[in-house]
């Protein structure tokens, strides 16, 4: 049987426990039938006292030898000791003698998914598809498909549970979460709208539905959902939090916090929602509020390095560049392949003019990110302070636009760096290349500021990119 506090909570079922108790107790003589020996040793395993649940069957064996429900109970012992084998082999001697006894196909399932049996115990359990409780059924088989990362079959049967139980709010939460491991955001989305035109009333189907709209970035109608959830519910702690991060994700920064605030006042504030509430705080340029928050959040998890880097990041802001480097230090000590922790410390030693360290960490940051292009030319113009020519920037620019032969942002800059080391050809070049991908861009070169931009080619080019355009 499978454990429920409740059904132990009954006086009435645990009668046979206390009465077993005092008579061994008192060293008093007793007899129970089959069904109250069961009902005992099951209360011991359910409760993993496995030495009385072994005194329990020895009596009951004693009284009632040859019972199949003993030797189901005798395999759940070995089962729980790890004696798996010895289970299987004593639950295939109860088969000879019941073969469609329900109990011990339910047993046998149980251990073989022990085992990482998953297939196996699916057979088992299919065999019990038309007993009196298919839900339950359904629910195992669903579980073990689970188990092997099969979440399309998995989902198949957590909608015949829902078929049969449409309020199973843990179901609602599995099939969603089944939904978003096989990636299938736009079907879970199209689910959730069909039950909540059946039950409307759901907050655990308002909230998935919230959860799924996030994912796909439709934001406006992931807000919706969340608040009609909290109008449901208003104490769900993770539709607030989930509205808040909708809310941060829409720019709504101010609003975001209420939100966070009030997820927060619903359960005890962990390190993550600390978390988001600071970096809140940091996009309003609430600098202040901000780091109190990465220090709250520390305070719940001295090892959260991401409010490290958070930390970091406000000080930087700030210009704080000592703090700033101390916090990035100790967040990329314990977590070396965070690319962001790797940009964030290079541009803090850049500004502390550390520019081998700020060289370092571009580089180390380049391979992790697909498209690279304000990287390059950080670490273009990082290297160029450094070895205090330009033509390591060049060199690196120059690499970066065979890589991205199509970023107009590279060439500009490119150009500009040609043209200020008198590499005047290549230079006008670069300059026709990148207009021709994207003269809109243009300020990515005039931003720079040069009297370059006064050399009456480079102005021609400019007027007859402008002109065609």
Same mark, same amino acid.
């Given at each position: ?152 079959? %998995?989902?198949? +049967?957590?909608? !015949?549970? /829902?078929?049969? #139980?449409? *309020? ?6 599995? $099939? =969603? ?112 509020? %901000?780091?109190? +928050?990465?220090? !709250?959040? /520390?305070?719940? #998890?001295? *090892? ?6 958070? $930390? =970091? ?118 300059? !026709? ?37």
């Amino acid at each position: 049987m499978n454990f429920d506090p409740g059904y132990w909570s009954d006086n009435e079922n645990l009668a046979p426990v206390d009465v077993f108790e005092q008579k061994l107790k008192r060293k008093e003589s007793f007899f129970f039938d089959v069904d109250d020996f069961a009902s005992i040793i099951d209360y011991y395993l359910d409760f993993a006292s496995i030495d009385m649940a072994r005194l329990a069957l020895k009596h009951a064996v004693e009284l009632h030898p040859g019972s199949v429900a003993f030797s189901i109970r005798e395999a759940r012992i070995q089962a729980i000791t790890n004696n798996t084998q010895q289970a299987l082999s004593i639950l295939s001697q109860a088969e000879n003698l019941e073969p469609y006894n329900p109990e011990i196909i339910r047993v046998k399932a149980n251990i073989l998914s022990q085992m990482e049996k998953y297939q196996e115990a699916i057979d088992e359990y299919k065999k019990l598809v038309g007993d009196d409780d298919p839900e339950e059924v359904y629910s195992n088989i669903a579980f073990e498909y689970q188990n092997m990362d099969q979440h399309e079959y %998995a989902i198949h +049967y957590l909608k !015949k549970v /829902l078929a049969i #139980n449409p *309020e199973d709010d843990n179901t609602l939460f599995e $099939l =969603a979460f089944c939904y978003e491991a096989c990636g299938k955001i736009k079907e879970s989305a199209e689910y959730f709208k069909a039950y909540l035109k059946e039950d409307p009333l759901s907050s655990i189907a308002w909230f998935n539905l919230g959860v799924a709209y996030s994912t796909l970035e439709q934001l406006d109608d992931a807000l919706e959902a969340f608040d009609f959830c909290i109008a449901l519910e208003p104490d769900h702690a993770s539709a607030h939090f989930n509205k808040a991060t909708v809310l941060s994700n829409q720019g709504k920064y101010h609003q975001a916090i209420q939100a966070y605030k009030e997820s927060m006042n619903l359960e005890i504030p962990n390190a993550i929602t600390l978390h988001y509430l600071a970096e809140c705080y940091e996009k309003a340029e609430d600098y202040d509020s %901000a780091v109190r +928050y990465y220090m !709250k959040a /520390l305070e719940v #998890n001295e *090892e959260f390095t991401d409010s490290m880097a958070g $930390l =970091a990041s406000v000080f930087y802001e700030t210009e704080s560049y000592e703090k700033a480097l101390a916090y990035i230090q100790r967040a990329i000590v314990d977590n070396d392949h965070n690319s962001d922790y790797m940009l964030l410390y290079a541009d803090i030693s850049k500004a502390m003019n550390d520019y081998s360290t700020a060289v370092k960490y571009f580089e180390k940051a380049l391979p992790w990110f697909d498209h690279a292009a304000d990287i390059y030319m950080d670490l273009a113009e990082t290297a160029s302070l450094r070895d205090r020519k330009i033509s390591s920037g060049i060199k690196i620019l120059k690499k970066a636009a065979a890589q991205h032969p199509t970023d107009a942002a590279i060439h500009y800059r490119l150009s500009f760096y040609l043209l200020t080391d008198n590499q005047r050809e290549e230079g006008l070049r670069q300059l !026709k290349t990148a207009l021709k991908i994207d003269p809109d861009k243009l300020f990515e070169f005039v931003e720079l500021g040069s009297d370059v931009q006064d050399d009456p080619e480079v102005l021609m080019l400019i007027h007859k990119a402008r002109t065609l355009h």
